[in-house]
């Protein structure tokens, strides 16, 4: 089932005025998608703009959605990413300025490959693959997005992690400087996530680096983002600099901060309610003002790939 | 609170009379324009939706509850603010302003509340009164709620006779409101609370003020109590 009929809102008709990419922008994104290097020398004396950089050679994926995805308008200005500030419109504001290249993504621990990675080189190996998924956020709205991604699956695998590795954590960058939200102390910097290797490995979670067909924008976790559709939006890691497997469950940001309302697994689930508030139902995003609830579905509706990882677990208490 | 002794004839007197004394002033100048001011957020909601002033936002719902609700705390903080404020200056006119505060305050609370009701909650019953029964900021927005709709069913000069010692009694209910009100909105933010703090501070520094106040006229009476017996 393949899944994008032609889009309600194409790209090019969001962005137009940053469609005129410049020669720069142009030749970065070679580098980016062809794997043609570019010397960084060469691209450092002009900072160029990445921002709606089209992304190529993104093949569709079953795994898709056929509900109607929010604008890019909604994506982008309404949504949570602390580091840039608590208000939902805080991150569209405040990353604009945010210049995420270059990054480096560090992984360690138990695994045979190891290593310090440019962005492009961790990505290279990969193919990237639109993945239009429903994001449900533990604040009881949700959305339908169009990211693009690579698989997080194939992304373990190639690190080779050993027997001894149980767990995958990530880390976002902690950089004061460049993220005001983090001078707020809101949170216990760095934002830190994690998975168990048996869902870091089920085909649905993704890398995501794009959206909407295009690089994914500072606000929404540039330039590389996890995406895990049956878990609450606050697994979704953005802005990811460190990947470590690990033999022990990692501490993750909002367990640290309230451990009461915040679990490690934090699947999607309508039946366990956040102590302050109902799970039951959601709002969807631009539905309207007058639009009801919709009922929430277990694991986000993702129950078929995922629910056999949860086999014999107390989802009640495993929150 | 004597403003609606005035009857017609004394402010068509004052009228004639061409220099406005400031009860009149305050009356036929000052609360029209205080009113329209006090009514301006909740109609900045509206020219929003229709997109004419600002936006609402990806999730106007939310936006809307969210602006009626901090509109309801700065009320309940203006109306908490009129006696610390007049005892300060001395500007007795202020205390003509605190019923109109008080009623917009209970119109926003009113507002919020509708907003969740229909907007959010879709009058779904079932959900509607489990969240109040089972969500204790929701509880306790509700109590408030409770609390402001007798204020203002009571703050009719009618009823303020009416009532007689009972009714301020009553009207001090508006301090618990205050105080039900920032924990309502501590309650129901995710992490961080330093909005709700500059809101609890407020709050602190009103009753706070009151407090003193009282010690400070306590004092007063009682060395003035013991000063009388020695003079004798």
């Known amino acids: 089932m393949l899944i994008k009929k032609p889009a309600d809102i194409r790209p090019s008709e969001i962005t137009s005025e940053q469609n005129y990419l410049d020669r720069r922008t142009f030749m970065r994104v070679g580098a980016l998608v062809g794997g043609s290097i570019l010397a960084p020398s060469a691209i450092s004396a002009v900072v160029p703009d990445r921002r709606g950089t089209k992304l190529t050679g993104v093949s569709k994926s079953s795994f898709s959605t056929d509900e109607a995805p929010n604008s890019f308008e909604d994506i982008t200005t309404y949504n949570n990413y602390y580091e840039f500030g608590t208000g939902k419109s805080d991150p569209h504001e405040n990353a604009q300025n945010f210049d995420p290249l270059p990054w480096t993504i560090k992984v360690e621990g138990h695994a045979e490959k190891t290593g310090t990675f440019d962005f492009e080189d961790f990505i290279k190996p990969f193919d990237l693959e639109e993945r239009i998924y429903r994001m449900r956020c533990v604040e009881a709205w949700s959305m339908v997005i169009p990211w693009v991604g690579i698989s997080l699956a194939e992304v373990v695998k190639h690190f080779k992690p050993t027997s001894q590795a149980k767990y995958v ?37 993704i890398l995501a680096v794009g959206l909407y067909g295009q690089v994914l924008p500072n606000q929404n976790g540039a330039p590389i983002r996890l995406v ?25 940001s909002w367990n640290m901060a309230q451990a009461r309302e915040y679990g490690f ?18 709002r969807r995003i631009g539905s309207g003002l007058f639009a009801s609830k919709q009922p929430t579905l277990m694991f986000n509706g993702y129950g078929d790939e995922v629910a056999h990882l949860y086999k014999g677990l107390d989802l009640r208490r495993n929150y | ?66 602006r009626f609700g901090i509109w309801a705390l700065r009320f309940i903080m203006i109306t908490l603010a009129v006696t610390p404020l007049r005892r300060m200056t001395g500007w007795n006119w202020l ?104 809101y609890a501070t407020i709050l602190a520094v009103l009753l706070g003020a009151r407090v003193i106040w009282s010690q400070v006229h306590k004092k007063r009476r009682r060395r003035a109590a013991r000063q009388k017996p020695q003079q004798s």
């Not at chain 1, 697994?235 to 600099?241: E, P, R, S, W």
């Not at chain 2, 007798?150 to 007689?164: E, H, V, Y």
């Open chain 2, 1 to 66: 609170m004597r403003l609606r002794t005035f009857t017609k004839a004394s402010i068509c007197a004052a009228t004639t009379n061409k220099s406005l004394d400031t009860l009149t002033q305050v009356r036929r100048i000052w609360k029209p324009i205080v009113f329209l001011l006090c009514l301006a957020p909740a109609l900045l909601v509206v020219t929003d939706a229709f997109e004419l002033t600002g936006r609402l936002g990806a999730n106007p719902v939310e936006e809307i509850q969210d």
């Open chain 1, 228 to 252: 895990v559709p049956w878990k609450y939006g606050f697994k979704g890691i953005k802005g990811i600099v460190r990947m470590r497997f690990t033999d022990k469950q990692p501490l993750t």
């Open chain 2, 95 to 198: 205390s003509r302003f605190r019923r109109m505060f008080g009623l917009f305050t209970f119109f926003y609370v009113l507002m919020h509340f509708l907003t969740w009701l229909i907007l959010d909650q879709g009058l779904l019953l079932s959900a509607i009164l489990e969240d109040i029964v089972e969500r204790p900021f929701i509880t306790i927005g509700f109590v408030a709620l409770l609390l402001l709709t007798a204020l203002a069913a009571t703050s009719t000069n009618a009823m303020r006779r009416r009532l007689g010692r009972r009714w301020q009694t009553l009207h001090n209910a508006t301090y618990a409101i205050g105080i039900l009100g920032v924990w309502h909105y501590w309650w129901q933010v995710k992490k961080d609370v330093s909005e709700p703090l500059i």
């Open chain 1, 265 to 282: 697994y934090a699947n999607v689930n309508p039946n366990v309610d956040h102590p302050r508030w109902s799970q039951a139902r959601e």
């Open chain 1, 169 to 205: 954590a990530f880390e976002t960058l902690n950089d004061r400087k460049r993220m005001p939200g983090i001078r707020r102390g809101s949170l216990d910097w760095p934002y830190r996530e994690g998975l168990t290797i048996a869902e870091a490995t089920n085909p649905l979670p």
